[in-house]
């Protein structure tokens, strides 16, 4: 055990973060005893002097998909590498997420002769950023494009990672724009686990319960090491690295942040219950600056895994009163116009085609864990209308007209392009309330993720990935690429920092 009387913490104390409150700023080095009237010896209540108990080259805060990516291309170059997290469970949000990877020219896609190439993807995605305005730091959010398709097929050929042939359900330029996991959605352990397998057989430790609350500095203000706190066993462990990365998540679920950054969705509710922003507020003690932080939170619905089923197959979203009100085949679009023509909840009525093939696995699952949502199966619409207590009339109405686009192989009204199918019934339908999942701001990061403070320099030795940072743009391929593009550049940094160290030991010698 390593005890040094120079380290300090900066961030809010163990005790304060422990009860999960989201402390930004104050680094805990104070004025010196003469000028504060203090004697020294005075101490915070729950902050103990450091002792480190373990010391890496590399220490990942946060164990979902940025998180495990940012350990892998150290760890393959055989650094030292300790994955912590605060939960019991390893993976975060990505563990729970629907597992559609928006990327484009992967070996898998290749294979199942899908010819859009990742700079296909760059030249929309480009031309999406222009049309928002959204022009600023073009050059890495375009390596970040270009990453995620060199991720999966790293993380399949090395890891075993385990996705599903686009050629069972890729129907159309939408289907062939990702890959979804071996059994479908929500299958992210077909992903996760192997990764984490294949990350611990090379050997990176991972230490769980474990929540990060406080840097630790060196006499020169840098960090050096990040102290944690586990709440079940009221202990403290202290863990020097040479370099730290924050992989924290998002703060979607904090609804004090949400409500400063984005007050209109404060009363919506929320999905997940672990993305705090805690990587933001311990970056923020570091003088780390943040960006996008007023973008709205992605919304889907509360149950999730349905906001994904009409890319695959038939089926039609209509509002309490019965109408259709929005496109089915763009996972957030119906909970975002729910919110905004102000439904309340939305239905999704479909037939059992979707329980065939890629969604079997999925409309299984949701047909159990939420059976009191769904009513069905009814022969007749006027049964169906009943059941979900919405206008026959309407209904009708809305399920011909869909009836009509399809027909015509264009939806008009609401430009939906993946699954438009005919109807057959029997009917079900399944009622959902629309709720925040993921938010897009973070800490802002230079090209190698480093943090950056307001001066826009790298903060020493710090690090920030995934939907923490700033660029996490849309979800799991881009946060899993920008975690690669940090393992790297900490990889590059170790290297150099030896070979520094090395010549001038040399030179010392000579
Ligand atoms: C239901 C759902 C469905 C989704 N579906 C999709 C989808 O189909 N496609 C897509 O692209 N995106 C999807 N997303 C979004 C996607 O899951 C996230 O963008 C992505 O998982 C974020 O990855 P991450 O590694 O940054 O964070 P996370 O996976 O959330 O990991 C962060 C980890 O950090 C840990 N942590 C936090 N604070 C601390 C601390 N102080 N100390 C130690 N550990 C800490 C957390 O416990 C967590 O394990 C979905 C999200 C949800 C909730």
């Not at 059992?352 to 009513?375: D, F, N, P, W």
Request: aromatic share 8%; hydrophobic share 40%; proline share 4%.
């Amino acid at each position: 055990m390593e005890r040094r009387e120079f380290f300090k913490l900066a961030g809010a104390s163990a005790a304060t973060l422990a009860i999960g409150g989201a402390l930004f700023g104050c680094e805990t080095e104070l004025a010196s005893p003469a000028e504060t009237n203090s004697s020294g010896d005075e101490s915070v209540v729950g902050s103990p002097q450091v002792s480190f108990e373990e010391t890496v080259d590399v220490l990942i805060v946060g164990s979902g998909i940025a998180g495990l990516s940012a350990a892998m291309p150290p760890i393959e170059e055989k650094r030292s590498v300790l994955v912590v997290d605060k939960r019991d469970l390893l993976g975060g949000e990505s563990y729970e997420a629907n597992g559609l990877f928006y990327v484009s020219g992967t070996d898998i896609q290749k294979n199942a002769g899908i010819e859009k190439t990742a700079e296909d993807a760059w030249k929309e995605r480009k031309s999406e950023l222009e049309e928002e305005g959204s022009t600023d730091d073009l050059r890495f959010k375009q390596s970040l494009v270009m990453a995620q398709a060199e991720w999966i097929d790293h993380a399949v050929s090395v890891y075993q990672a385990s996705f599903a042939d686009p050629k069972d359900y890729a129907k159309g330029p939408t289907t062939e724009s990702f890959l979804l996991p071996k059994k479908g959605i929500g299958d992210m352990d077909s992903i996760m686990s192997p990764i984490k397998e294949g990350l611990a057989g090379k050997g990176v430790s991972f230490s769980l319960g474990m929540k990060a609350v406080a840097f630790i500095l060196d006499g020169a203000n840098n960090p050096v090491g990040m102290r944690f706190f586990s709440s079940k066993s009221d202990s403290i462990l202290d863990v020097r690295a040479r370099k730290i990365v924050l992989a924290t998540g998002g703060f979607c679920s904090n609804q004090y942040m949400i409500n400063q950054n984005s007050p209109d969705q404060t009363t919506i509710g929320c999905l997940t219950v672990h993305s705090v922003g805690d990587g933001i507020a311990l970056g923020a003690t570091l003088g780390g600056q943040t960006a996008e932080m007023d973008q709205p939170a992605l919304l889907t619905s509360d149950v999730p895994q349905v906001s994904a089923w009409g890319l695959f197959g038939p089926s039609v979203n209509v509002s309490p009163q019965g109408v259709r009100f929005a496109r089915e085949d763009q996972a957030g679009k119906s909970a975002t116009e729910c919110v905004s023509q102000e439904l309340g909840f939305w239905w999704t009525v479909f037939d059992k085609q979707l329980s065939e093939g890629i969604l079997s696995r999925s409309v299984a699952y949701v047909s159990s864990k939420s059976a009191k949502r769904l009513v069905g199966p009814f022969d007749s619409l006027d049964d169906l209308a009943s059941a979900m207590k919405v206008p026959a009339d309407a209904l009708a109405d809305a399920l011909e007209a869909y009836g009509n686009a399809v027909e015509a192989g264009k939806d008009e009204e609401f430009g939906r392009q993946a699954g438009l199918k005919p109807l057959e019934g029997p009917y079900y339908a399944i009622k959902q309330f629309p709720v925040r999942y993921k938010t897009l701001g973070g800490l802002k990061t230079s090209d190698t993720g480093q943090i950056v403070n307001a001066a826009s320099l790298p903060v020493a030795n710090a690090y920030c990935c995934g939907s923490c940072a700033a660029e996490s743009a849309n979800g799991l391929a881009s946060n899993a690429a920008f975690g690669m593009i940090v393992g790297k550049a900490i990889v590059d940094e170790l290297a150099a920092e030896d070979e520094k160290a090395e010549k001038e030991s040399n030179e010392a010698q000579s």
